[in-house]
């Protein structure tokens, strides 16, 4: 393989490997927020499940107040139903309870209806507790691990950095400066092999004076449509 690739190419090992962790750790704070998200939805839920039980019970709580009151007020006519003077009094009074009964028979039902629908809600309330504790547990698993992952590929990049360092100093300054160079305007990747004659990134045939000039010269060459560095690897 011509030498001066070579060179170019330690780098360019380094460089896409410093992408892929780079893009895996901007990965990290994307997945933390979507946790810390679900948690907060499934807290939310719990929370308004609970709300739901209490506003049942306290429905109920009103209604036997409400059921209560009838009943008193129902007893004091049945005590005044003794001392009336008319048969007029007494079919008022009468309409007077019948009216109570019915409203406490109506409040009574109702009750029984919010008993049950505070049951299924309580139900309900216990079973998105049960899944906040359970989907708690297994995601701050993953937040550990997207710790610890971050940290390992902090301490990676850093590394893979003082690599680089010593490449450069490794290297003859033209070709840092070509590669360099060719690195901004190419996306981070300034080199591309060819491989039957074809640039194995943009896809475009190479000259066949050119492909004959990288298999056996150290000349270097651009690939004419993406302008990267184009290198040959020796079949081994
Ligand atoms: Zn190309």
Redesign the pocket.
């Known amino acids: 393989m011509n030498p001066k690739t070579r060179e170019m190419l330690k780098l360019q090992i380094l460089d896409l490997e410093q992408m892929r962790m780079q893009q895996e750790l901007e990965q990290i704070p994307i997945r933390e927020n979507e946790i810390q998200k679900q948690l907060s939805d499934l807290q939310q839920q719990a929370d308004e499940a609970d709300v739901d039980v209490r506003d049942l019970d306290k429905q109920i709580r009103s209604l036997e107040r409400e059921v209560e009151s009838a009943r008193a007020g129902r007893d004091r006519l049945k005590d005044r139903q003794m001392d009336v003077k008319t048969n007029k009094e007494y079919q008022a009074i009468l309409a007077e309870i019948d009216f109570l009964d019915k409203e406490i028979y109506g409040k009574e039902d109702l009750i029984l209806e919010r008993m049950e629908k505070s049951q299924l809600a309580a139900q309900d309330a216990a079973r998105k507790k049960r899944t906040l504790e359970e989907e708690s547990g297994r995601l701050t698993t993953e937040m550990n691990r997207l710790a610890d992952a971050r940290k390992f590929l902090e301490n990676e990049l850093a590394h893979n950095q003082a690599k680089r360092k010593q490449i450069e100093e490794e290297i003859s300054p033209e070709l840092l400066a070509l590669y360099n160079k060719r690195a901004a305007v190419c996306g981070g990747i300034p080199m591309?092999e060819v491989r039957n004659e074809i640039?194995q990134?943009?896809?475009?045939r190479i000259r066949p004076q050119v492909y004959q000039e990288l298999r056996t010269t150290d000349i270097l060459h651009q690939?004419?449509?993406?302008?990267?560095i184009?290198y040959y690897l020796d079949e081994e």
């Open positions: 591309a640039c990134i943009c896809h475009v690939c004419d449509s993406c302008k990267r184009l």
